[in-house]
Each structure stands twice: as structure tokens, then as C-alpha cells.
């Protein structure tokens, strides 16, 4: 019990900081203090941002460890159970890091913007108090599961499992009550015409707070996986031998694998949250595609061209440690180029203006055509296609494909070329249709392609059923560069996170809650793009140095693991 | 196994086609470089007009990522590269003059991008770059008249009163053939020069509700938008206005978008 | 430090730093929250004339009036303070497309502030700013 209470500490000396803060706050006169040198907002901007983060990793790393732990549990697989239990030790600091975060942020902001912060005292004091019932109950958790991991082995792992779903039930709701102030500032409800909070029950169930949550969660599923491939490779980079490294090379094909089956899903959780946004206020969602936020969009495509493209690359140089992969490697260029021509045309922004004389809008005939929405969701599209293509080849490669089955294969050819054509054919119909006529066809293009997808993976399923394998995987022999996509792909997974979060604040532009509570410091106006990306970028790397300390004070001789 | 098999023959005819033959195949050092020029001379020479320069860096960084893959996929393509570009290995006189410049170009390049990044240059105010000014909810959730809602609907004698409109009160800026080339347009050049409304990136651009909304309030004076444009409320009727509107998308020869998007 | 440490960060400081610079070299705009324009009677005529030189540029007043003697549709404004007081500029400015050419409207929506800094603005043309806030009124 001891111990317990010892782990607790940490989070109440956190927590009592915090309510020193907000008693603080409220003792306060002015509207706004300024913090010297490197601005109030920077502050703020930089703890919630890291505290975010790492809030994503801890919630990350429960689901990604559950899975795992399953996994290793249905296929008596010890590799996985070895797997899990390392990512499991992470827990406890990751867990007292994130409140000391958490406790840091909640101070500045009191002190820095108390105006903002009495206002969301008053409504939430409730949803305040759960969060800190919550948080407690997480952490006992944490404790409990790390804890009995040796004990509840064997008949008893059943019982580990169930903590470690309750670990995870828990944290989704303290994530979900933090996502309630955070949607409410985006898209307040329950507010009375003068800006007071009548209603707490729409308040919480604002029109953003379901988008976030799905968003976040998946997202963070998403996260884990890419972290915990990225450490692997940092593993594999440092390993000298043989073993270790065929060990760190399955491990970080398990979180790609991971990482990228849920990131496919995370474009959708996108478009419901914009659609949300759009129906609490169309202007807003001007603001955030379109206006002053767009430059926003093409950062992000970059970025989702950097994680896209480097996974892909990861998945095509694994196919030299597949015996019979180098079947494949002469398609490869043609795959590269496709994706990189895809996100190319998804990049191309609409209207770049470059000078004086282009302002009133010059666009040019070529650009001007990639530039619009039609050709970006044909690429986007094709973008998908090519990452399937990538998956069916990596199935296939160690197998001989049994005998009399040629039927399948060019069954998967038609329905691949289908794909091709429709998507061609629909984005010629897009520059002669109405906007409106074209939304609706990108729709069903989307469901097309993924019933013909679905069938693509039926028709693999029965050409490679029961399929004699040409030789064991041979784990470890990977270049080094495919590592290096490994970590740039978790890195700007790590960027593209803090970018967008960045961009759902900014999307509140001068209110601290959008419409009703204005925000009237010297902060109120948006920092430039190239601005934000530097501080982006420090938060990035002061989240990846944590890690670092976290991953350092978790090490352990090799002989205990 | 059948397809043991189709593998074995196809590699012994790669050999065979390579003995046969005798070629030798161009270096991929230099297929890479070609694509990297011809990429860029494609873009800044034979497109007609040439893309904008910043424009034109954005999709290089592409090819170069594009190629960059191309070259890392392979550890023999690497090898490759790497022999080339380290003089080691002979070779034939054009491949050496390729070599030979990519090594005294690509310092060159870099030199002068350093030099411009630092030189000091005139640049207009960036609040001017955005195109697209956040416009108000009024402006976003207005009802247009019926006769204004479908393009393709548009009655001839509406149009024809938009002429008139335009004629007495858009002509001395924005020009006759609606090309922002008016008797007028040579004295404004600050902000903003008047719109060009055959470009694609203006009024075909817009929903037709913010079109409205600039020609009702004019030029915005606050720091999102700056023109010249006066607010046409108290000269127009809400009717003139819309007309006038009409005229100028079937002028321009374009149509609105809607806020669907 | 191992060398695998070594190695992250420098594939990390290198993807951050390839974002960054991209960030940068995109055309910069920041987005400064609404102002309303507040005038007041505390205002120097100098101060006036500052805000009164945007006005002349962005009401379009330079669309007929050129303060360059440059000649254009409308008499060339570059000594104005030398032919009129601030009373009479006032006067043009209210009355607007009575006295100027409707080819756009003078006074462009202004009030009775922005008027005032454009005459200061005016003044400073061939002269010095006298006016301040509440000087000039609007024509019964």
C-alpha cells in the first residue's frame, strides 16, 4: 500500500499546484498578465500542447499494450507478451510526467489568463472535480496493472487483461471530460444570450465533443503504434547483435502495422469533425479550409505525404527480408512515383499568390486546374489504392501462389482497374458538375472503392489460402534507412499532431470561446504561419527529449527482460 | 510450381536480350539528373505560362523526394550512384560531361539561394496574400432572390439591366470586358489593383452571396482586406446590385461556386 | 550516447527542421484581430494625418486624385492646403457626388472621424495638420 500512496505523491503535489493557481486566479485583478520574454501565449501554448501530447501517449500506450497483450494471449505468442510488458513499464512515469504537465498548464493559464480561465471555472467546476476522481482512480490503475503483471500470470492473465481494459475504459473517460472544455470552447451551447451557461448538459454535448473524442481516440491508437515502431528502430539503429536486431525489426513492424490500420480510418474521423464544424457555423469552417487558417491544410498535406510515403517505404524495403519479395522490387519505382505524384496534386494549394500583381488571384491554367478540390480527391484516392497495393504485394510476396488460382489474381486486376477507371472517369465529370452535384459523387466513388476493396481482399483470401510459404521471415535483415522512415514517420506523426492542434485553436480566432467570450489580450490576433511552425517544432522536439527521459528512466538490464 | 518456373525464364531472357544486344544501358545517375532538369525546364520553359517560381521550388521538392525514393529502393541503384558520383569508375564522354556539371552545378545553386534568401527585397505587405477574406455569417447563410439562385436560369432581361448597371457605375475600373483593365483601373495600384474577373482565381471562384458582399460594402478597411472598392449600398437597390452581379459572372463567362464545398 | 541516440536526433532535428523551413517559406500572413478604429479628441493632427493617409488610400480617393501632381480624371491634390482650408474640404467631402463625379462616391462611407483625419491628411499636402477630432462637423 505503501507504494501506492508513494506513486500517488507526484499527482497530488500536482494537483495541489493547481489549485493553488486557481485560487491565485482568483484573487486577481487584471484580465491578462504577460509572461517576460517569450510571451503569455507561448507559455501557455507550450505546456497545454506537450501536456496534450503526452496525455495522447498514455492513452496510447494502454490500448496499444492491450492489443498486444490479447494478442500474445490468443496465439500464446511469448514475443508479444515480452512486447507488451515493455511498453507497460513506461506507464507509471509517463503518468506522473503528464501531471506534472498537467499541473504546470493549469497554473500558467490561471495566472496568465484568468479572464478566460474564471469564466470556465464557474459552468465546470463539476466536470473539474470528476476529472480529478478520474484521473486518481487512472493512476491507481496504472499502478495495480503494472504492478500484478508477474502475478496474474498463466490461468490468472485473463484477470490482467480485464485491469487492463478498465485501465483503458477509464482513460478514454478522463480523455472525454478534458475533450469537454476544449469542444465547448470551439462550439459553445447551452449559453444564454448575454453568455452565461444555462444548460450544462448541451454545454458538455456540444456539437464538436463527439468528433474530438472519435478523432482523438483513434488518433491516438494510431500514435501508440508509430511510437512504439519509432523506438523499436531507435533500438535497432543501437543494437550490435544478430538477435536483438530480428527482435526491434518485428517489433516495429508490429507498430507500423498497428499505426497504419488505424491511420486509414483517421481521414474520416477528419471529415466528421469538419462536417460538425461546418453545421455549428458554416463561417468558422470558412475560416479554418478556406481563409485565414488554409496555409494550415498545406503543411498538413506535406505531412500526411511524409507519413504516408515513408510507411509505404518502410512496408517496400521489408520486402527484402521476405524470401521471394524481390519478386516485387521491379514494381516498385512505379508505385513510388504514383504516390509521389498523387500527393503532389493533394499539396498543390489553390491559389498561390507569390506577388503584387497575382492578388487579384492569378492562377494559372495548369496549377490552377490541379489546384481545385476535384483532382485532390480523385489523388487522394489513388493515394489509398497505392497503399493497398503496397499491403497485397507485402502478403503475398512469401508465398507460392498455389496452382489453378490465376483466376483470382485476375479477378483483383479488374477490380484494381476498375478503381482506376471510375476514379478517372469521375474526375472528368467533376470539371463540368455543379460543386454540389460533385460532392455527392466523390461520395459514392468512396463507397465504390471501398466494396471494391473489400472484394480485392476477399479475392486474396482465397488465392492464398492454405499457400505454402517459400521461407521464414527473416527478421533483422532490414537497411538502416528503412529505420530512419521509421522515426520520421513517428516524428511527424508527433508534428502533425501538434500542428492541428494549433489549428483548432487558431480556429477560434480572437475568442477565448467562440462567440461568447472574446479574447481581449494582445495575444488575440494569430502568429504567422512560418512563427507557428517554429514553436510547433520546439514543442515537437521538447516532446520527443521527455520521452527520451522517460524511455532512459525505464531502462532495465537486459537479463530481467 | 508454376511459377518457379516463368521465373527461370525470365531471367535467362533478361540475360539474353542484355547479350544480344551488347548496349549499354544509360547510367541511372544520369536517367536521375534528366528527370530533375527536364522536371524543371518542363515547368519553367515549355508550360505556357511558365508556373510561378515558388510554385515551381514546391513540386521540385517532390520530384526531388520522388527520385530520392527511386534511388533508396534499391541497394544496387545506390552502389550505383555512389560509383558514379565518385569518379572511380570511367566512363563514356557525355556521361562524364553530366558528372562533371551536376558536380560544379549543384554548388552553384546553392550558393545563389543562399544569396537570395538573404538579399534584401522590396516586399508588398503580406496581409495582401490572402485571397480569401473570412466574410461574415450574414453573408454566409443569405437567402439569394429566385431569379439569382440558378446560373443557368438567369432571364436575358435581367441581364440586360445588369449591363446598364455595370456600364454606369464598373466600367471606369474594372473595365468594359469585365478584365479589370478600365480607363480608371492604371491610378489604383495600392491596395489592390481592380479585379480581373475573367481570372479563375476571383468571382468564379466565389459563392455568389460574397460577391454580393462586395459590392454592397466595398473594400473592407479593416486589416483582413484593403481595396479601393466602394460599398455600393446607398447607390444601388438590393435588385440593381444582384443584376449587376449577373451581368458580370456571364461577362467574365463564369459561374458561381456554392457554399456546399 | 550511443550511436543510435545520435541517430534519432538527428533524423528528428532534420524532419522538424525540413517542416519549419517550409513553414517560412510560404508566404507569411498573420491575422490580427479586428480593430475598431477609435479616433479621439486627444489625437495629434499629425497622429490624424497618419490614419488620414490610409483612408485616402483605401477609400479609393486615389482612384481620380493623384498627390503626386501626376495628372488623372480628377484635379491633382498635391498642394491642396495651399487653395482650401480645412472648412472647405470638409465641404467637398461631405457633399460628395454633388461637387465630385459619381464615378465611385466621396465620401466613401466615412463618418465624422475618418473625415476629420482625411482633412488632416489633406492639410499635410502643401502644409501642416491643424485639425483635431470635433473640429469639423458634419453639413446641416
Known amino acids: ?267 474520416f474521423a477528419g471529415y466528421y469533425f469538419g462536417m460538425e464544424i461546418y453545421s455549428y457555423n458554416a463561417q468558422m469552417g470558412i475560416t479554418f479550409m478556406g481563409g485565414a487558417l488554409s496555409k494550415i491544410w498545406l503543411l498538413q498535406a506535406i505531412v500526411i505525404a511524409v507519413v504516408f510515403i515513408g510507411t509505404c517505404y518502410y512496408l517496400w524495403l521489408g520486402l527484402d527480408r521476405i524470401p521471394g519479395g524481390e519478386r516485387y522490387k521491379k514494381y516498385l519505382p512505379y508505385l513510388s512515383w504514383g504516390l509521389v505524384i498523387t500527393f503532389a496534386v493533394w499539396a498543390t494549394p489553390r491559389a498561390w499568390v507569390a506577388s503584387l500583381e497575382d492578388v487579384a488571384g492569378g492562377t494559372h491554367p495548369i496549377f490552377g486546374t490541379v489546384g481545385v478540390m476535384a483532382p485532390k480527391i480523385t489523388a487522394v484516392n489513388l493515394a489509398i489504392l497505392g497503399v493497398i497495393v503496397t499491403f497485397l504485394i507485402n502478403r503475398r510476396a512469401g508465398k507460392y501462389i498455389p496452382q489453378g488460382r490465376e483466376m483470382f489474381k485476375y479477378m483483383q486486376y479488374i477490380l484494381i482497374g476498375l478503381i482506376i477507371a471510375v476514379n478517372i ?95 481581449t489580450s494582445k495575444y488575440a490576433g494569430l502568429p504567422s504561419m512560418g512563427r507557428a511552425t517554429v514553436i510547433i517544432s520546439m514543442i515537437t522536439l521538447l516532446f520527443l527529449f521527455l520521452l527520451g527521459v522517460v524511455f532512459k528512466l525505464t531502462a532495465t538490464d537486459k537479463k530481467e527482460v | 510450381m508454376d511459377e518457379k518456373m516463368e521465373e527461370k525464364n525470365n531471367q535467362s531472357e533478361d540475360v539474353k536480350i542484355k547479350e544480344a544486344t551488347g548496349v549499354k544501358s544509360i547510367p541511372f545517375a544520369v536517367i536521375a539528373v534528366g528527370i530533375i532538369v527536364f522536371a524543371y525546364i518542363f515547368m519553367r520553359y515549355i508550360v505556357q505560362p511558365p508556373f510561378p517560381a515558388t510554385l515551381t521550388n514546391f513540386f521540385m521538392m517532390f520530384i526531388l523526394a520522388g527520385v530520392l525514393l527511386h534511388i533508396t529502393l534499391d541497394e544496387k541503384k545506390i552502389e550505383d550512384i555512389m560509383l558514379f558520383f565518385s569518379f572511380t569508375k570511367k566512363e563514356p564522354m557525355p556521361w562524364d560531361i553530366v558528372r562533371y556539371s551536376v558536380v560544379v552545378i549543384v554548388p552553384l545553386l546553392i550558393a545563389s539561394n543562399v544569396y537570395s534568401a538573404y538579399k534584401v527585397t522590396y516586399a508588398p505587405p503580406a496581409e495582401l496574400f490572402s485571397p480569401h477574406v473570412t466574410p461574415p455569417e450574414w453573408v454566409v447563410n443569405m437567402k439569394v432572390p429566385e431569379y439569382a439562385v440558378d446560373p443557368n436560369k438567369w432571364e436575358s432581361k435581367y441581364i440586360e439591366e445588369g449591363r446598364l448597371i455595370y456600364e454606369d457605375n464598373c466600367v471606369p475600373c474594372h473595365g468594359k470586358d469585365a478584365d479589370g483593365k478600365g480607363p480608371m483601373a492604371s491610378a489604383i495600384t495600392y491596395p489592390a489593383s481592380p479585379t480581373n474577373f475573367k481570372e479563375a482565381g476571383t468571382i468564379a471562384q466565389l459563392p455568389i452571396t460574397y460577391v454580393y458582399w462586395r459590392v454592397k460594402d466595398g473594400g473592407i478597411t479593416d486589416k483582413q482586406f484593403k481595396s479601393a472598392m466602394p460599398g455600393w449600398e446607398e447607390e444601388l437597390s438590393e435588385d440593381d446590385m444582384w443584376r449587376v452581379i449577373m451581368y458580370t459572372y456571364t461577362k467574365a463567362g463564369v459561374k458561381p461556386r456554392t457554399w456546399a464545398e | 550516447m550511443n550511436s543510435g541516440t545520435l541517430k534519432l536526433i538527428i533524423a528528428a532535428l532534420l524532419i522538424t527542421g525540413f517542416y519549419t523551413w517550409f513553414g517560412n517559406s510560404i508566404p507569411q500572413t498573420a ?110
Request: aromatic fraction near 14%; charge should be positive.
Open chain 1, 1 to 267: 500500500m505503501s507504494g501506492w500512496v508513494k506513486k500517488q505523491l507526484i499527482l497530488f503535489s500536482c494537483l495541489l499546484v493547481a489549485i493553488i493557481g486557481i485560487i491565485a486566479a482568483f484573487n486577481l485583478k487584471a484580465d491578462y498578465y504577460d509572461f517576460p520574454i517569450i510571451e503569455a501565449r507561448t507559455v501557455v501554448w507550450i505546456l497545454a500542447q506537450t501536456m496534450l501530447l503526452f496525455a495522447a501517449f498514455i492513452l496510447a500506450v494502454p490500448v496499444f499494450v492491450l492489443i498486444i497483450e490479447i494478442g500474445g494471449y490468443l496465439t500464446k505468442n511469448e514475443r508479444m507478451e515480452r512486447l507488451a510488458k515493455d511498453f507497460a513499464r513506461l506507464l507509471p512515469i509517463s503518468y506522473s510526467i503528464t501531471a506534472i504537465l498537467g499541473g504546470l498548464f493549469t497554473f500558467a493559464s490561471f495566472l496568465l489568463f484568468p479572464k478566460y480561465m474564471k469564466f470556465m471555472a464557474g459552468p465546470f467546476k463539476g466536470t473539474f472535480l470528476l476529472f480529478i476522481i478520474l484521473i486518481t482512480i487512472e493512476s491507481t490503475i496504472v499502478y495495480l496493472y503494472w504492478t500484478t503483471w508477474e502475478k496474474l500470470q498463466g490461468n490468472k492473465k485473463l484477470q490482467h487483461i480485464m485491469l487492463g481494459v478498465a485501465l483503458n475504459v477509464v482513460g478514454t473517460l478522463v480523455m472525454m471530460t478534458a475533450n469537454i472544455w476544449g469542444s465547448f470552447q470551439l462550439s459553445p451551447a447551452g449559453i444564454s444570450p448575454d453568455g452565461v451557461v444555462t444548460s450544462i448538459k448541451s454545454a458538455i454535448f456540444n456539437y464538436t465533443f463527439w468528433p474530438l473524442n472519435i478523432h482523438r481516440f483513434i488518433a491516438n491508437i494510431s500514435f501508440g503504434g508509430f511510437l512504439c515502431a519509432a523506438y523499436a528502430a531507435y533500438k535497432f539503429l543501437s543494437s550490435k547483435t544478430e538477435e536483438d536486431k530480428a527482435h526491434y525489426d518485428w517489433m516495429g513492424y508490429t507498430g507500423t502495422f498497428v499505426g497504419v490500420a488505424t491511420m486509414i480510418f483517421l481521414p
Open chain 1, 425 to 519: 472517369i469521375v474526375l472528368y465529370m467533376s470539371y463540368h458538375v455543379d460543386s454540389a452535384v460533385r460532392i455527392k459523387m466523390s461520395i459514392y466513388t468512396f463507397l465504390f472503392m471501398a466494396v471494391a476493396i473489400g472484394f480485392i481482399y476477399f479475392f486474396d483470401g482465397l488465392l492464398l489460402k492454405g499457400a505454402q510459404i517459400r521461407g521464414q521471415v527473416q527478421w533483422g535483415k532490414m537497411a538502416q534507412r528503412s529505420q530512419y522512415a521509421l522515426i520520421i514517420v513517428a516524428v511527424s506523426n508527433i508534428w502533425a499532431m501538434a500542428l492541428l492542434g494549433y489549428g483548432r485553436a487558431a480556429a477560434r480566432l480572437n475568442w477565448h470561446v467562440y462567440g461568447v467570450l472574446q479574447d
Open chain 3, 31 to 140: 491575422w490580427e484581430a479586428p480593430k475598431k478604429k477609435t479616433f479621439t479628441p486627444q489625437m495629434k493632427p499629425s497622429e490624424l494625418a497618419v490614419e488620414g493617409k490610409d483612408i485616402f488610400k483605401s477609400a479609393g480617393c486615389g482612384v481620380c486624385h493623384s498627390v503626386t501632381g501626376e495628372k488623372l480624371r480628377g484635379p491633382d491634390l498635391s498642394q491642396v492646403s495651399t487653395r482650401m482650408d480645412s472648412g472647405v474640404m470638409a465641404a467637398f467631402l461631405y457633399s460628395g457626388t454633388a461637387v465630385m463625379p459619381p464615378a465611385v462616391k466621396p465620401p466613401a462611407n466615412l463618418n465624422d472621424d475618418e473625415v476629420t483625419a482625411l482633412v488632416a491628411y489633406l492639410q499635410t499636402l502643401g502644409g501642416k495638420a491643424s485639425v483635431k477630432i470635433g473640429d469639423i462637423k458634419p453639413l446641416k
